[in-house]
């Protein structure tokens, strides 16, 4: 047995745009007294860390320290945001192999601390470095997973609410599949307050869903493109989202987030990381929700597994 747990205790492994970004939402949230960042870049790391301190007498009381992997062995939630950036032009997937080397220098590390948290893969391209984390850490699979899409299902909310001007919170649709270019819209079980979407559409006055649901799912998968091209990087949402699953853990929510899990067989999908919605809490991933899939929507996600499968072949792990 490892060093038991302090449930207050946060570590993020990796200080770029998103590590910080997500350290600097997870102070705000007052979930945790104490936070330690970890960066290759030593000076990185304890920069962000006096930055966001400075900002501690406008929220809660937290200790926030730059510090090495000796330090994560007690934390509740270590969080993997290291690794090489996307550029402009540039898939998730074409980041695999600079991101699975980087991986393969940061996760013995981890497990040789023996730690008995919960692992949070966040970099990119996520799928595929939530399998590989598995694999080299020999944790339990209910304690490593994936950001996934819970991103992208914001998004798809976010731009759902925006088209038929209602709450975005009052909807319930999913992305599923993989955090990238093959990812899928679960239109056929969206609603929105229970109402399906098709009905919500026709009641505030859109009548071409086709069309509609095309370029909103279209807009969700090319929205990280859209934001990397303008301003070279996206931080901000994926930050939010990092809070969030912190939130489902600590507060052992049992909520149902699509994050990144590996599969064992429904749809015919087996031995590969994507994205499903997943009951998150205390002791990380509980169960998969058994949700329905049109014959469309099931062929998409096992083309996608096929998609994330190639390239896991193509890696020696």
């Not at 969030?244 to 990381?273: M, N, T, W």
Request: charged share 25%; proline share 4%.
């Amino acid at each position: 047995m490892g060093v038991p747990v302090n449930s207050r205790k946060v570590a993020m492994i990796g200080c770029g745009f998103v590590g910080s970004a997500s350290a600097f939402a997870i102070m705000q949230s007052g979930l945790f007294s104490e936070m330690v960042l970890i960066d290759a870049n030593k000076d990185k790391a304890e920069g962000e860390a006096l930055d966001i301190s400075h900002g501690l007498p406008f929220t809660k009381p937290m200790k926030i320290t730059a510090g090495d992997y000796d330090d994560i062995k007690d934390a509740a939630i270590i969080i993997v945001s290291a690794g090489a950036a996307q550029k402009p032009g540039e898939t998730r997937l074409d980041l695999v192999k600079k991101n699975v080397a980087i991986f393969g220098s940061i996760i013995p590390e981890i497990a040789k601390r023996d730690c008995e948290g919960i692992l949070l893969i966040v970099a990119n391209p996520v799928d595929i470095l939530t399998y590989v984390t598995k694999k080299m850490s020999g944790f339990p699979e209910n304690r490593v997973f994936g950001s996934g899409t819970v991103l992208d299902s914001a998004r798809l909310k976010y731009l759902l609410g925006e088209h038929l001007t209602v709450d975005p919170r009052s909807i319930h649709a999913w992305i599923i599949g993989e955090h990238g270019d093959s990812e899928i819209a679960t239109w056929s079980s969206a609603n929105v307050a229970g109402v399906p979407l098709s009905k919500i559409c026709e009641m505030r006055g859109f009548h071409d869903h086709d069309e509609s649901m095309e370029r909103i799912e279209n807009d969700v998968r090319t929205s990280a493109y859209t934001i990397i091209e303008k301003k070279k990087a996206t931080y901000y949402g994926i930050a939010m989202s990092v809070r969030r699953i912190c939130e489902a853990i600590i507060r052992d929510e049992k909520s149902i987030l699509p994050v990144s899990v590996i599969q064992h067989g429904a749809f015919g999908i087996d031995d590969v990381a994507l994205s499903m919605p997943t009951i998150v809490g205390a002791h990380g991933v509980e169960k998969q929700i058994p949700i329905e899939l049109d014959e469309k929507e099931t062929k998409a996600l096992q083309d996608s597994a096929k998609t994330l499968k190639e390239v896991l072949a193509g890696l020696d792990i």
